[in-house]
């Protein structure tokens, strides 16, 4: 039974019968599971493997501290992960105090859809008794022994649990098979937007059957244990606020310190808080929705990018596209606001800059009101806003894999700061310096990250064609691609060097791997945000370990890995068993050749560019050419210790790149939401030259348009 003290605390004390309620305390108790300590309830977000759900929602205090993340999340035990934190506290992110309660619902909802038989059933369980963590001292998630043997406390963690366990009861039970990321500021894990988490789809509880709502149900179900304002106001805590960490310093004068401190509250919890200069609008009354449409298809079409905005299709793809093919797509102007549908949770707006046509899947938007439109694109762009269409956004399916597109009349109920025109002048103008620096900064370590490959392609093409002695004898071969090698190296086919094997699952309950091009073959959780979407894996291949697979659609892009464990890949690649002469891991190494890759790419056939495969045996009629295994092995180890130290290299720029667009996103961020005055900054004049190269062109397929995307393998 529960009732509420008025004596200790506040009015969100309350008091429990032991004898009447469900009281846990150590986690190998009987109900030791619902302790936030209890291991055996892994969670998996963002595709990242967490032990339990006391080290996601202390790595949620850290969204701008990334490596503090993987510290805690990286323990073996609850315990160490929470130990892992206290001495980063002082820098949790500044919001704590408001928003843990509201993380700790999140987590335990994330608990019970990726463990929904287990945590569930524990759950139901309990039945209708008050559910309390007993604590020797913590009086806010448990509550302490009374000396009438009582327990007293807020128990938030216990009210939160009942709070779950009625919804699970109830109509929305549901619901709770999909649990979408927190609708507020910084929702980050390892820099990235925490993404929308679901049950497995033929998750059940045993025994139990949840209720379907009728049209006699007039209102849902209540918790047992109302408690609005644990999540609707700040949560009460004895500590002071934290501040929040320190911004980077830029130069300012008084004024513009003075400002700094002068915030108002924002209409959204989510948004933050706002320099009082600014107005906060919905933004329908800032952007209203044109459709204007072509009957001649004769305008120029224009694509969207991620990095360049709007510019003509011509200049990204050689595709002839016809007027008639254009009809009815929609009008831009000069200055209107372009949104892809369904790439707004990427941050896919732009603003054209000349007139022209866009796909009628777009929504085209004319200001409404004086305005630097470039100011929303940032703003839009930023991990906040992008949390939000993400949110918003409805259909079919989920992320990249299903069909979800943000509405214009959801878009427009969504809240948007509005600082003066000239302020948002000003702030673009900061950003295009700072990022063209940025941009330059980064295309110099890719080009040496470029220049690293070049000389690991040296090494190894040496030494896979030609062998480690540089004196050994060579002999024509009657290939023109390989004119000769060393003499006392076989010439083969390949089909004489690797066997396919066609073995399916059955059951589809193998590990799933996917090739990329960066890791090779991998776990598919290992390197995807969000899980696998075949809805059956019956048919998918089997690979063991010591064998190779292949991308028949990338072969000519040299997509191929080794297998180090037994799991199944997608049934449109090919699975090789190596001869016994030969080892995987040097065929492996020889297939990405430029040589071979050029080789697979003149004989991959298909209907167009993009879906060219390469099939078993024309691949088996290649040349190829073969050391004995001992020299294969020698060559591989070679291979690897002349090139560690360039890989090495490379990680380290590859982080520092990283490091850099984090630092970027988090001051873009700050500048647009007000939290850094940029007014009284002096712009740096940008340097001369152009940032954009090769590398940046080949970055643009990242986040691109829909139907760019369509023929795309779900794996890269």
Not at 531 to 550: H, Q, R, W
Not at 607 to 624: A, E, K, Q, S
Not at 646 to 654: A, D, G, P
Request: glycine letters at 6%.
């Amino acid at each position: 039974m529960t009732s509420t003290s008025s004596a200790p605390h506040n009015n969100q004390t309350r008091v429990y019968d032991r004898e009447t309620s469900v009281v846990f305390l150590k986690t190998k108790e009987r109900f030791g599971g619902l302790s936030n300590m209890a291991a055996g309830f892994p969670l998996r977000v963002n595709g990242v493997r967490i032990k339990t759900s006391e080290a996601l929602y202390q790595a949620c205090r850290f969204p701008h501290m990334p490596e503090v993340q993987q510290l805690i999340i990286g323990e073996n035990s609850p315990m160490t992960a929470k130990m892992r934190s206290k001495p980063y506290r002082r820098v949790s992110r500044h919001d704590w105090d408001f928003v843990r309660v509201k993380i700790m619902r999140w987590s335990l909802r994330v608990k019970l859809a990726q463990n929904w038989r287990e945590f569930g059933r524990l759950l139901l369980s309990t039945g209708d008794r008050p559910i309390v963590e007993q604590s020797r001292k913590d009086d806010f998630w448990g509550a302490k022994v009374a000396d009438d043997g009582t327990l007293v406390g807020m128990n938030v963690l216990g009210r939160l649990l009942m709070e779950l366990r009625e919804q699970l009861k109830g109509d929305e039970a549901e619901s709770l098979r999909f649990i979408e990321p927190l609708a507020i500021s910084e929702f980050l894990l390892f820099g990235q937007p925490i993404e929308a988490v679901q049950a497995a789809p033929n998750a059940e509880i045993p025994g139990w059957t949840p209720r379907r709502p009728s049209q006699a149900d007039t209102a849902p179900t209540q918790p047992r244990d109302p408690q609005p304002s644990l999540f609707e106001q700040p949560m009460i805590s004895n500590a002071e606020p934290v501040s929040a960490p320190s911004l980077p310093t830029l130069a300012r004068d008084d004024d513009s310190q003075k400002h700094l401190s002068d915030y108002h509250p924002a209409v959204r919890d989510w948004l933050g808080d706002l320099p009082s200069r600014w107005d906060v609008l919905r933004s329908k009354y800032l952007f209203r929705e044109i459709d204007d449409r072509t009957d001649t298809g004769t305008e120029t079409l224009l694509s969207m990018r991620q990095a360049h905005g709007l510019i003509p299709h011509a200049k990204v793809s050689t595709k002839p596209v016809t007027p008639e093919e254009l009809k009815g797509y929609k009008r831009v102007r000069t200055g209107q606001m372009v949104l892809n549908r369904m790439q707004a949770s990427n941050g896919m707006f732009a603003v054209a800059r000349e007139d022209g046509l866009v796909s009628p899947d777009y929504a085209v938007f004319q200001p409404l009101r004086p305005m630097e439109p470039d100011y929303f694109v940032d703003l839009f762009k930023t991990t906040i806003y992008r949390a939000k269409f993400r949110q918003e956004s409805k259909g079919l399916g989920t992320g990249m894999s299903g069909f979800l597109r943000l509405y214009s009349d959801r878009f427009g109920a969504i809240h948007v700061p509005q600082p003066p025109e000239e302020e948002q002048r000003k702030i673009v103008q900061f950003i295009r310096s700072f990022d063209h620096r940025v941009r330059r900064l980064i295309r110099n370590k890719r080009r040496l990250i470029g220049l690293l490959n070049e000389q690991k392609q040296a090494i190894i093409n040496r030494a896979i064609t030609r062998g480690l002695n540089p004196e050994a004898p060579m002999k024509p071969t009657g290939i023109d691609w390989m004119p000769e090698v060393p003499a006392h190296w076989a010439i083969k086919r390949i089909k004489n060097v690797v066997r396919e094997r066609d073995a399916r699952s059955g059951t589809g309950t193998h590990e799933l791997l996917s090739l990329t091009r960066k890791h090779g073959l991998v776990r598919h959780s290992d390197v995807a945000s969000r899980p696998a979407s075949a809805s059956d894996f019956t048919n998918y291949k089997v690979c063991l370990p010591g064998e190779i697979v292949m991308n028949r659609m990338q072969a000519w892009s040299g997509m191929f890995g080794l297998a180090s464990e037994e799991g199944m890949v997608s049934p449109d690649y090919a699975v090789f068993a190596p001869a016994g002469d030969c080892e995987a891991a040097y065929l492996v190494t020889l297939f990405k050749t430029p040589i071979f890759v050029h080789q697979f790419a003149m004989r991959s056939q298909g209907i167009g560019d993009g879906f060219n495969r390469l099939y078993t045996p024309t691949m088996g009629g290649i040349p190829i050419v073969v050391p004995a295994i001992s020299e294969q092995r020698e060559i591989l180890k070679h291979i690897e210790a002349e090139t560690r130290e360039l890989s090495q290299l490379q990680v380290r720029f590859e982080s520092e790149i990283s490091l850099i667009q984090e630092y970027r996103n988090r001051l873009i961020a700050d500048v647009v939401t007000g939290k850094l005055d940029v007014r009284q900054i002096e712009i740096a004049a940008p340097a001369d030259g152009p940032i954009a190269d090769e590398d940046d062109a080949l970055e643009e397929l990242d986040g691109d348009d829909a139907e760019v995307m369509e023929g795309a393998d779900a794996d890269d």
